[in-house]
């Protein structure tokens, strides 16, 4: 199996449908599953839903994880031990599929803090909206990856070093 690469500087919905070209040469229309992993931007979701109508949508384990993360950032102090302490619970449910449980746990948060209370409202509107996308056991099971390292790896090194190469200049056209 080889792997390709699609990448640009083009608009969303132009870029969409490059991917889909590449994933239609591929085989993605003889393909038993197909899954769109993604950040969490509507424009994501629907692009798949235009290209990918039946295709499974996983929110990146990351971006599910880093709304904890900052939560415990600001409850604790960045750097501050306590903040793995605070988040390992919630990732665990994370991990588990446990998206409610995780949005019952923010309710429960008291803080005095306008920015931590903005923090925690905005980050349950997230899980709530994304839950759905969020079963993250479930697609473990099924094979499915819930992380997007194998791309951003894939951008840091086969993109980024070119890009920044020394003597390397660019610019769009």
Not at 10 to 39: N, P
Not at 98 to 109: A, N, S
Request: aromatic share 12%.
């Amino acid at each position: 199996e080889t792997t390709t690469y699609v990448g640009s500087f083009e608009e969303s919905h132009v870029f969409m449908k490059r991917l889909y070209a590449e994933s239609y040469k591929r085989g993605v229309d003889k393909a038993e599953k197909v899954a769109v992993l993604g950040d969490g931007a509507q424009w994501i979701w629907n692009e798949a839903d235009t290209h990918y109508p039946s295709a499974q949508h996983i929110l990146d384990y990351y971006h599910g994880a880093e709304r904890i993360w900052a939560i415990g950032a600001l409850l604790y102090g960045e750097g501050d031990p306590a903040v793995k302490r605070f988040t390992k619970p919630y990732t665990t449910c994370l991990k588990k599929s446990q998206v409610e449980t995780i949005i019952g746990k923010l309710k429960r948060i008291k803080s005095k803090s306008k920015k931590t209370k903005e923090t925690i409202g905005k980050a349950i509107v997230y899980y709530q909206n994304n839950k759905d996308k969020m079963r993250y056991a479930t697609y473990k099971r099924k094979g499915y990856f819930i992380g997007s390292g194998v791309v951003e790896s894939t951008c840091k090194h086969l993109i980024a070093e070119r890009l920044k190469g020394s003597g390397m200049r660019w610019r769009l056209n």
